[in-house]
């Protein structure tokens, strides 16, 4: 149960990390653990690889100009 914790623990930090919001202290500590420790560098690299996936290959539709000129008008 510990070790999962511990785990979780760490898919937090790597998530944090990717959303660039870590400290430096924070990031050089997360990155020592990722170089360290083998199945916390899966971890990262799978989640990594993961982010990269969604980025590269999920579109965001985009909104008219014309949802966008009635969104600014409503909100006044």
């Known amino acids: 149960m510990a070790h999962e914790n511990l785990l979780s623990f760490f898919s937090d930090q790597v998530n944090l990390y990717?959303?660039?919001r870590l400290s430096p202290e924070s990031t050089q500590h997360?990155?020592?653990i990722v170089q360290r420790d083998?199945?916390?560098?899966q971890v990262f690299k799978?989640?990594?690889t993961f982010r990269d996936f969604?980025?590269?290959n999920v579109k965001r539709p985009c909104a008219s100009s014309d949802l966008i000129q009635?969104?600014?008008s409503n909100l006044g």
Not at 38 to 41: M, N
């Open 30 to 32: 997360l990155m020592d």
């Open 54 to 56: 969604v980025k590269n």
């Open 38 to 41: 083998d199945e916390c560098s």
């Open 70 to 72: 009635s969104i600014k």
């Open 46 to 48: 799978k989640e990594k």
């Open 18 to 20: 990717l959303d660039n």
